[in-house]
Every structure is written in structure tokens, then in C-alpha cells.
Nanobody, 123 residues
Framework: QVELRESGGGLVQAGGSLRLSCGGS????????LGWFRQAPGKEREFVAA????????YYADSVKGRFTISRDNGKNTVYLQMNSLKPEDTAVYYC????????????????WGQGTQVTVSS
């Protein structure tokens, strides 16, 4: 079992940057694949980015490729999402996720979810 807590959301102008962080409670945090999903008002939740247990493999949705970067610091039990060149359509609640299998995150079915943090991009 792993508990996840996101931070770093907020309001930013289009073209700006934000960095989301997600801390994990499990002593085996470093063995989990981690990722981020988002859900905009009136839309389905969608995959954003993921990486495997050591960060050697990363995955991105086409809509964020080249603008967002996912990374992790296993010594701090934390995963990050650096978001640059933000657009109004990036406005959503962002969720941190974890699973033992990275493909389950990419396919949209991770086991563990955080509570979410709001990101709002103004035009």
C-alpha cells in the first residue's frame, strides 16, 4: 500500500511553468512505477506521463510531449512533473498515481491514486 500526496498546483498564465510534486508514504516507494493523470471539467480522466521504478523509461501523452517532464527522486520518495509552455487546455485536476507495473499506468489502470491538485492556466 502506498499513499500519495500532490502539491504545487495553482494559477499560472499561458506560457508559464509549474512544477508538481508528489510524495509517497511507502518504504518500498522506489520499487513502484509512478505517473500523472489529469481530468478537466466535463472530460474524462487522461494519462499525462509515467516512468518506471528507476526513471530509465518515461512515457508521455502526445499532448504534453516536449513541454512536460516527469522525474523522480527515490531518496526523497517523490515524483515530479515539470510543466512548461502551459496552455489553457492544460487546466485540470492533476493526479499522482503508482503501480508496480508501468504499463498499467500507461494503459490507464494504476492501482494507487492521490487526491489531486488543481492547475489553472489563464489565457
Amino acid at each position: 500500500q502506498v499513499e500519495l500526496r500532490e502539491s504545487g498546483g495553482g494559477l499560472v498564465q499561458a506560457g508559464g511553468s509549474l512544477r508538481l510534486s508528489c510524495g509517497g508514504s511507502s518504504s518500498s516507494f522506489s520499487t513502484y512505477a509512478l505517473g500523472w493523470f489529469r481530468q478537466a471539467p466535463g472530460k474524462e480522466r487522461e494519462f499525462v506521463a509515467a516512468l518506471n521504478w528507476n526513471g530509465g523509461h518515461t512515457y508521455y501523452a502526445d499532448s504534453v510531449k516536449g513541454r512536460f517532464t516527469i522525474s523522480r527522486d527515490n531518496g526523497k520518495n517523490t515524483v515530479y512533473l515539470q510543466m512548461n509552455s502551459l496552455k489553457p487546455e492544460d487546466t485540470a485536476v492533476y493526479y499522482c498515481v503508482a503501480d508496480k507495473v508501468d504499463s498499467l499506468i500507461v494503459r490507464g489502470d494504476p492501482l494507487h491514486w492521490g487526491q489531486g491538485t488543481q492547475v489553472t492556466v489563464s489565457s
